[in-house]
């Protein structure tokens, strides 16, 4: 039988995160946008089961790039949904990420350096695709990638901030200003949670989506 996901609960409502990101938004973002990758991930999960049982190679061939997508569109989200927080919470200071900031400062010499690379780095993405602060699990290494689509971060690489530059996250709010909205997520970032990330390790980023993770 094949796995099934379920849309997560946001830790925190709709309109949370006014006036940097809309009510509007975070509510077709998540319960439209992000329940459309699990459904989608889920009905490919249960042809693919299908075709294993019938010994159907061609089909499940065929599966790999809707799975990908849609279990990537689902990781994404989720980490997203995890690394933000209102505004007005200790937690969207930046005091409470005091290991992971002295880190930032050894590697881009400050905080604001840190968030105009990222910023740039953001504004660089060609269509869509979302930017990420990682970790190389072995070295420690930190870097700014950005990924396509909803491909999720590569192999190795341990996802501390993401940040979905997909249009839907911030047209009907922004329209084409992306500058605007890159500067303005700031606003909402998760400190803690990103803090957690940098101390913990994959697993424990990805939680009960791991073995998906591991999959695609």
Excluded at 26 to 51: C, G, R, V
């Amino acid at each position: 039988m094949a796995t099934q996901y379920s849309l997560p609960p946001l830790p925190y409502a709709y309109d949370a995160l006014a006036p940097h990101i809309s009510e509007q938004i975070m509510t077709l973002h998540h319960t439209k946008h992000h329940q459309t990758y699990i459904t989608n991930l889920n009905a490919a999960l249960k042809s693919q089961a299908a075709a294993v049982s019938s010994n159907d190679i061609v089909t499940q061939l065929d599966l790999q790039i809707a799975i990908r997508f849609n279990a990537g569109g689902h990781i994404n989200h989720t980490l997203f949904w995890e690394n933000l927080s209102p505004a007005s919470s200790p937690s969207s200071k930046e005091s409470a990420a005091p290991q992971l900031t002295a880190a930032l400062e050894k590697r881009w010499g400050g905080l604001t350096a840190f968030k105009a690379k990222f910023v740039a780095v953001l504004l660089g993405i060609k269509g869509s695709g979302w930017g990420w602060l990682v970790q190389d699990e072995e070295s420690g290494h930190l870097e700014i990638t950005t990924t396509k689509d909803q491909d999720p971060v590569a192999v190795g690489q341990k996802p501390l901030l993401g940040v979905d530059m997909w249009e839907h996250a911030y047209y009907l709010q922004y329209l084409n200003d992306k500058k605007q909205y890159t500067e303005s997520v700031w606003n909402v970032i998760n400190w803690q949670v990103v803090e957690g990330r940098f101390k913990g390790n994959s697993g424990e980023i990805y939680g009960v989506l791991k073995g998906l993770k591991a999959s695609i």
